[in-house]
């Protein structure tokens, strides 16, 4: 069998990256969305990462997904008492994401997974040429 730990260790941040670009449009598209109850509104959520590894000695490491955690941020109240969701005071309640934050998130996260297709994509150019050495 062959080793596959770069294989691994790449795809296992893939598959992070992918879980925060979810979650990180997960917030953006909620980000204007506002609930006249503040324990209702929605709460931004972000990926936690920890660390594990690969391989028969356990010396490549690479990331894992080990929960989805929501803010623990108050919700922004707003005055709107014409507001067809507004509660008994004229107050909405929006969640606290600042949407520029977001897209640097969201870039960097884009980022990291495509240089994790570029380590996949040079192993596996490298392997072929290693196979095709001995023809």
């Known amino acids: 069998m062959p080793n596959l730990t770069i294989f691994d260790v790449a795809g296992s941040g ?3 990256q992918s879980t925060r670009l979810n979650t990180i449009a997960s917030n ?8 006249g109850d503040p ?7 972000e990926p936690v ?3 594990h590894g690969f391989g028969p000695d356990g010396t490549h490491q690479g990331v894992r997904v080990t929960q989805i955690q929501q803010s623990q941020a108050e919700p922004i109240a707003r005055y709107q008492p014409g507001h067809p969701q507004a509660d008994g005071q004229g107050y909405v309640y929006a969640p606290d994401i ?3 934050a977001q897209m640097v998130n969201l870039i960097s996260a884009s980022r ?8 996949m994509n040079t192993a596996k150019e490298l392997a072929l040429a290693t196979l095709n050495m001995g023809r």
């Open 49 to 51: 990462f920890t660390v």
């Open 28 to 35: 953006l598209a909620n980000a204007d969305s506002v609930s």
């Open 112 to 119: 990291s997974y495509q240089a994790n297709v570029e380590v």
């Open 14 to 16: 893939m598959h992070a």
């Open 98 to 100: 600042d949407p520029v």
């Open 39 to 45: 324990n209702a509104v929605y709460r931004p959520r």
